[in-house]
């Protein structure tokens, strides 16, 4: 347990008043940094107007979300398009042209003190879903909409995108996203085969996953069968296997750069993950595994998808883990017949 979390439980035991004014004190630093970013923005081209879109995390929200900045600068054309979003995500937006200045957060607390002072000078779209908790300072966002959007309810509304659109209260958008891949982007060699597959094999959710040996049996099939050679992405791999045509790239590029190597992909075979969300808005073919996840029989995150994507998408219904490997070998097929 971390120390200010310790130091709270005993404050607010032994004396409630000594608990706030010890939390006030601790939480200062906030305002603080609140104040310094208004600062920043209000004398960012201090006699334009202002409209500023937050959506912190994760990476595949962010990604999915991009519509909603094209529809918004089209919507506001006279106001600059402010995003606010975490320090280590920024770079996500950094090439978007609709974008006219970005401002970074360390975590969710500093977005809910930063929006009180915002709110009042700016139009602010809040995409985030309703007692969104900070898991730094542990303090819940207030963000009720009328539409009702919760972390319990939100793939009920539709696509993620769709959800999002329920967040800012403007109409529902089908757009696909658009990922913007920096200029020197068609510069950068990763020394790659002429003909490969990406996989990425991890979410953050746990329950999203499919097995180990699950993935080494569709890599031996793209590789023996299809002669295609296989290259994962991701943080951090989950793949142990030797053999010349599987590449790991796990833990070795930034964000760019691994949308750099699913843009030059024949196709990608993922989780539902941040990187999904990538082959979507760079319009590179993909097979999604999904499945029964927390209250979710059936969800689709993705927006903009042709009819033969969605074909390629699994939606099974059971737990991800216990998708048969030929169902996946059947969409590889089906992609396959796509795309000669």
Known sequence: MRIQKIIAAWLSKHNTHVYKLAKSIYLSHLYILAFEKFLDLYFFQKTKKKVVVSLIEHIGDIVASEPIDRYLKHQYKDHLLIRVVSIQYAELLRFNPNID?????????????????????????????????????????????????????????????????????????????VYYLPPYA??????????????????????KNWTTPQWEQIIHYLIEQKKLSVVEVGMASSINMKRPEFISLC???????????????????GVDSAFAHFANALSIPKIVLLGIWENFAFYTPYSGMTQQEENCIIHYHGKVRDIPVDIVIEKINLLLSYNK
């Open 186 to 207: 068609s510069e950068q060699d990763f020394r790659l085969p002429e003909w490969y597959v990406v996989i990425h094999t991890s979410s953050n959710a746990v329950e």
């Open 251 to 269: 833990g070795s590029l930034s964000l760019s750069e691994i949308a750099q190597v699913i843009k030059k992909s024949r196709f990608m075979i």
């Open 101 to 177: 200045k970005i401002i970074t957060v360390s975590c969710l607390s500093e977005w809910i003190y930063l929006k009180k002072i915002l709110s009042v000078f700016y139009l602010v779209f809040d995409l985030h879903f309703d007692r969104r908790l900070c898991t730094k300072y542990w303090i819940m966002l207030s963000n009720p909409t009328k539409h009702g959007v919760t972390f319990t309810n939100y793939f009920h509304m539709g696509t993620l995108l769709d959800a999002f659109c329920l967040m800012a209260n403007i109409p529902k958008l089908k757009d696909r996203p």
